[in-house]
């Protein structure tokens, strides 16, 4: 890659994260392009170049947040049993490493705009197939609705985090065995 298209791409970066920093504390209508611009130290026409609108740049935001989540559930390895641990420990690390991202996603249901609302709807419905199909690879039954648990205890775990009432979360008094 030649140096400038890796600047190039280390900047759009900058602009993703900073993205996410902002609409996590001001949320979606709060935040500005200009804002964004601003957090990276760049020009708001420059964020344009990557992104066309605000819209398209929460929905990268949103996206690598996504992927992010998917490649966790599809990294995580443990016996049947243990499944369900070690994927809600890979979510957990998650919450550490990206918290802005993650939280956006799993919080994403809440803003009206169609654009987002139909992407959300989709991602949920891509991750629970995933974990639904990791639950029925390791043999567990009623994968199906062990799935849909799993993704609601996700949300409840968000929900926690953004509230900052840790009590809710399934490894409180317990951090270190999770992270």
Same mark, same amino acid.
Request: glycine share 4%.
């Given at each position: @890659?030649?140096?400038?298209?890796?600047?190039?791409?280390?900047?759009?970066?900058?602009?993703?994260?900073?993205?996410?920093?902002?609409?996590?504390?001001?949320?979606?209508?709060?935040?500005?392009?200009?804002? *964004?611009?601003?957090? &990276?130290? *760049?020009?708001?026409?420059?964020?344009?170049?990557?992104?066309?609108?605000? %819209?398209? $740049?929460?929905?990268?935001?949103?996206? /690598?947040?996504? /992927?992010?989540?998917?490649?966790?559930?599809?990294?995580? /390895?443990?016996?049947?049993?243990?499944?369900?641990?070690? @994927?809600?420990?890979?979510?957990?690390? $998650?919450? *550490?490493?990206?918290?802005?991202?993650?939280?956006?996603? =799993? =919080?994403?249901?809440?803003?009206? %705009?169609?654009?987002?609302?139909?992407?959300?709807?989709? %991602?949920?419905?891509? &991750?629970?197939?995933? *974990?639904?199909?990791?639950?029925?690879?390791?043999?567990?039954?009623?994968?199906?609705?062990?799935?849909?648990?799993?993704?609601? /205890?996700?949300?409840?775990?968000? @929900?926690?985090?953004?509230?900052?009432?840790?009590?809710?979360?399934?490894?409180?008094?317990?951090?270190?065995?999770?992270?």
């Amino acid at each position: @890659m030649a140096p400038k298209d890796e600047a190039s791409l280390n900047r759009k970066e900058q602009i993703l994260e900073a993205a996410a920093a902002l609409f996590a504390e001001s949320g979606y209508y709060k935040t500005t392009t200009a804002d *964004v611009a601003k957090a &990276v130290g *760049v020009t708001q026409p420059y964020v344009f170049h990557f992104f066309k609108s605000k %819209e398209q $740049l929460y929905l990268a935001v949103l996206e /690598q947040a996504s /992927q992010r989540i998917l490649q966790a559930f599809d990294a995580a /390895q443990a016996p049947p049993e243990q499944l369900h641990i070690e @994927m809600g420990k890979a979510f957990a690390r $998650l919450l *550490v490493s990206h918290r802005n991202e993650i939280l956006l996603v =799993m =919080m994403a249901f809440t803003t009206p %705009e169609p654009a987002v609302r139909e992407y959300t709807k989709r %991602e949920f419905d891509l &991750v629970y197939e995933r *974990v639904k199909a990791r639950f029925e690879e390791a043999g567990i039954p009623n994968a199906s609705y062990q799935a849909s648990a799993f993704i609601g /205890q996700g949300l409840i775990c968000t @929900m926690a985090e953004t509230l900052n009432l840790p009590k809710l979360l399934p490894w409180y008094g317990h951090e270190d065995d999770f992270v």
